[in-house]
């Protein structure tokens, strides 16, 4: 079982240890104050791993840069051949390894990657999939852009898409491919926004969360119920719904 954390600054605990240099103990003093002062960084420790399977695991992880969106998954079956920490150079260029890993999705759903991840710098492209998937469970993450509650559940397929850029990491999902039941969408109290769906297909999607964008190719609804409600200041309930970026 790993418990895992992603920090408000965006930096994600397990991989924050693989990458930081190993600290060293003891050792000759510094030559002179200025060398004290402003030491060398330190070598990331050099971690290579031909291949790793897991059965049967657990990972219940947390994000902080959203709230306290939390999640956990069972039953992981992975298999990684290639990881290193080593980086590459443009003479000598490091092929990123192989993942290929599926869970289940507590309390319902499963997940499925399947692709490249380098681990010096962090990036990677993986083929995503994930099924039945309940939306209520996803809450927090919703909230980062919707003032509003929503529920039923999804399948989507896509290509999740990650890397460090100015040190923060950024994750996209594209080729965006939804399907969508029983959905639910409710506004804040008071503002009389509602829209039920039956069914819903979206295809060509890009969802970029580092950006806070959401660009759609095609939508296609089945029996959608919106409810509209004018406000006493004149405004409309649906305009509650968007949630301010952060400053």
Do not use: M
């Amino acid at each position: 079982q790993v418990k895992d954390q992603r920090a408000a600054d965006g930096d994600i605990d397990c991989l924050t240890l693989v990458q930081a240099p190993v600290q060293r103990g003891g050792g000759a003093p510094p030559a002179d104050a200025a060398a004290a002062a402003n030491p060398a960084p330190a070598s990331p420790f050099a971690l290579s791993i031909a291949r790793r399977a897991v059965s049967d695991g657990r990972v219940h992880f947390f994000d902080a840069t959203i709230g306290r969106f939390e999640q956990t998954l069972e039953g992981i079956a992975l298999e990684a051949t290639g990881l290193t920490t080593t980086p590459g150079s443009a003479a000598a260029p490091v092929a990123p390894a192989r993942i290929k890993a599926g869970a289940q999705v507590v309390p319902q759903g499963s997940l499925a990657l399947d692709g490249e991840i380098a681990l010096a710098p962090l990036a990677g492209s993986l083929a995503y999939r994930a099924d039945d998937v309940q939306l209520r469970g996803l809450a927090r993450l919703v909230g980062q852009f919707v003032n509003g509650t929503v529920d039923g559940s999804s399948s989507v397929r896509g290509q999740l898409r990650f890397g460090q850029v100015d040190g923060a990491l950024e994750f996209a999902l594209r080729d965006l491919q939804i399907e969508g039941r029983a959905l639910q969408l409710r506004g804040p109290e008071g503002s009389g926004a509602v829209l039920d769906i039956a069914a819903l297909k979206l295809d060509g999607g890009e969802l970029d969360l580092g950006r806070r964008s959401l660009r759609i190719g095609s939508l296609a609804l089945d029996a959608p119920r919106i409810g509209i409600r004018r406000l006493a200041d004149g405004s409309l309930g649906w305009q509650r719904l968007q949630r301010a970026a952060p400053a």
